[in-house]
């Protein structure tokens, strides 16, 4: 096959890839304009359901619940996974750190329903009633191991002489941290906090476990209303979610890019 | 060193380990030991081993096998024709994105899509096909899996392309290895990290899908996950729940320790 036949034909299997990544995102879209109030046949332009979403007051409680969760489980996450990445870095002995290293990766690889499982049994014996602050406690558990993740790298690519000179100036312990480690870590600590709200975010088995009856977060009201068939205000919010989505996927790389300037300037690529 | 033995980070850190890693472990296993009542007894890893729970194990490993086998399947051209195109870090991040979207909300979007009146029977009604149940099918499950799993099978195996040496493939046909033979021979031995990184990122989760085999699929296909989650949450016996994640643990340790934490699993 000639060279130009291959690349229209992979252009065409990639295009057919990204339809149906999309299809169901922009389906979603389509029809929260639809009057009809189902998610086929197509009737007219209507913003009717956008009205329900704001006017739906236990919803907007759900939305607000959902982003303090999202907010608090990850900036305490976020200072946890950064004590956590101080905590295996100044371990010496390779073998205890990678032991730390594969506890710390536990949550990450397994499933979320045995996360979600084990933390339900957990709460119950601990005596933590099932709402507000088991899931927030729930949610900052499974992001502490992505924080510590992403900061551990920066914290090895740190210049150690730099402590070394900062101790040699007189600076104090806490001025080592806040002054030097601290800024130079700095853009894992974003990367881990925006890892931990996007999980936060997209988490629904685990909540589902820790939840209890009164509380309730997005995945879990969406969960529950689908389970009762269509309905075109899921749509609109899905909507919402998506344009919130993809600003937060914008700040995210708009972050990553200012980060990785500098460090292009230091390594020689 | 000096450093080591003030080290007092530790101290939170390991009490974050102790409480929401080891305990739940441990709770876990304690759990699978005990009857509903709380007396201690060995009948859940008996139950485990009688042929209705044996058959669910062998269907959730078949769904999650062919889950992964489809992933696997429709990710690595798409990896190997992305590390062609210009822009490949904006395209990437296009692949990804969808996957940032919530999980419950692609689901949600299937129901509509795959719906009596939905665009794919709309489509097949358009080919000539006619319609078809679509919905609450093995089809509409596997299918909604690969979709919501396919990111995390592209990114490793793009990753992977990424970083194999490209003089290789020049070498390769150079040699006069035809396309076929120099992908057989060179590309996919050397991506073999990031196709096993990405097979690990979606058989583990595959076998532990629960809200889709209630949504999609209708309560059809029941997964290791959904045994779980009807254990835990409907019929309160947390005893055989536990065992069965005992189970699903060690499945997932052991798959780990196969495929191997090879370079290509750490990310």
């Known amino acids: 096959m000639n060279p130009a036949g291959k690349r229209s034909w992979s252009g065409l299997y990639l295009f057919v890839v990204f339809a149906i990544l999309y299809a169901p995102i922009l389906y979603l879209v389509v029809y929260s304009f639809n009057s009809g109030g189902t998610m086929h046949g197509y009737e007219g332009f209507t913003l009717e359901w956008y009205g329900e979403v704001f006017s739906d007051v236990r919803l907007l409680i759900i939305v607000l619940n959902t982003l303090v969760i999202a907010l608090l489980s990850s900036a305490i996450s976020t200072v946890l996974g950064v004590i956590g990445a101080l905590a295996i870095y100044r371990v010496r002995r390779q073998q205890s750190r990678n032991a730390l290293l594969s506890l710390n990766n536990v949550l990450i690889v397994s499933p979320d329903v045995v996360i979600g499982a084990s933390f339900l049994i957990l709460f119950t014996m601990i005596g933590l009633q099932l709402g507000f602050i088991s899931v927030l406690v729930a949610h900052i558990a499974f992001s502490v191991p992505i924080v510590v993740l992403m900061v551990l790298p920066k914290l090895q690519e740190m210049n150690p002489s730099l402590l070394d000179a900062a101790r040699d100036l007189g600076a104090s312990g806490w001025g080592v941290l806040t002054k030097v480690v601290l800024p130079v870590i700095r853009p894992g600590i974003f990367a881990g906090f925006f890892m931990a709200l996007t999980y936060s975010l997209d988490d629904f088995a685990v909540t589902f476990f820790v939840t209890g009856n009164g509380f309730s977060t997005l995945s879990v009201e969406i969960y529950s209303r689908a389970r009762q068939g269509v309905s075109l205000s899921i749509n609109a919010l899905s909507t919402l979610l998506f344009l919130v989505t993809i600003a937060l996927v914008i700040g995210y790389y708009l972050i990553s890019l200012r980060n990785s300037r500098p460090a292009e300037g230091g390594q020689s690529r | ?267």
Not at chain 2, 57 to 86: D, G, H, Q
Not at chain 2, 121 to 150: C, H, M, P, W
Not at chain 2, 198 to 220: D, E, H, K, Y
Request: glycine share 6%; charged share 10%.
């Open chain 2, 1 to 267: 060193m000096r450093s080591n033995a003030r080290n007092y980070y530790l101290i939170p850190y390991l009490a974050w380990i102790a409480l929401f890693v080891v305990a739940p472990i441990a709770l876990i296993v304690y759990y699978s030991f005990h009857d509903i009542e709380g007396g201690f007894t060995l009948d859940n890893y008996a139950k485990f081993f009688t042929p209705v729970y044996l058959k669910m194990a062998l269907s959730s490993f078949w769904y999650a096998l062919l889950i992964t086998l489809f992933s696997l399947l429709v990710a690595y051209p798409t990896a190997l024709i992305l590390t062609r195109t210009k822009h490949k870090q904006l395209w990437l991040l296009l692949i990804i994105l969808p996957s940032w979207v919530n999980l419950l909300l692609k689901a949600y979007a299937f129901i509509g899509l795959f719906g009596t009146y939905g665009l794919a029977n709309a489509l097949l009604e358009t080919i000539g096909i006619g319609r078809k149940q679509i919905l609450f099918t093995d089809f509409s499950f596997v299918f909604v899996a690969v979709y919501i799993f396919i990111p995390f099978m592209i990114l490793p195996i793009f990753n992977s392309l990424e970083e194999m040496n490209k003089s290789l493939i020049h070498a390769a046909r150079d040699l006069g290895a035809s396309d076929w033979t120099t992908f057989r021979r060179v590309i996919f031995p050397l991506t073999l990290g990031g196709v096993k990184a990405g097979c690990q990122a979606v058989f583990i989760p595959a076998l532990s899908l629960f809200m889709l085999t209630r949504l999609i699929a209708g309560n059809r296909v029941i997964t290791l996950g959904t045994a779980i989650e009807q254990h835990f949450l409907v019929t309160m016996d947390w005893g055989m729940g536990a065992t069965i994640a005992v189970f699903l643990v060690i499945i997932m340790a052991l798959i780990m320790v196969v495929t191997g934490q090879g370079r290509g699993s750490i990310r």
